[in-house]
């Protein structure tokens, strides 16, 4: 993912946070799990699966 513009960060300057849960809401999904791959404080990896790089734990999550 590429960083934010100069641009981008400008026209955010004086707006509000929002959090995940209003995010979602707006979009009318009201009933919502968020699963995470570590904690606040940890860093998750990716695992080259095949021929290609994925997340670990979505990737052993479906299976």
Known sequence: ?????????EALQGTAPRSLS???????????ILWAAC???QVSADARIGNSW??????????
């Open 22 to 32: 209003t995010a979602l809401t707006e979009k009318g999904i009201t009933h919502h």
């Open 54 to 63: 994925h997340g670990a734990f979505p990737t052993t999550s479906v299976k």
């Open 1 to 9: 993912m590429p960083l934010p513009t100069i641009a981008a960060y």
């Open 39 to 41: 904690r606040d404080n």
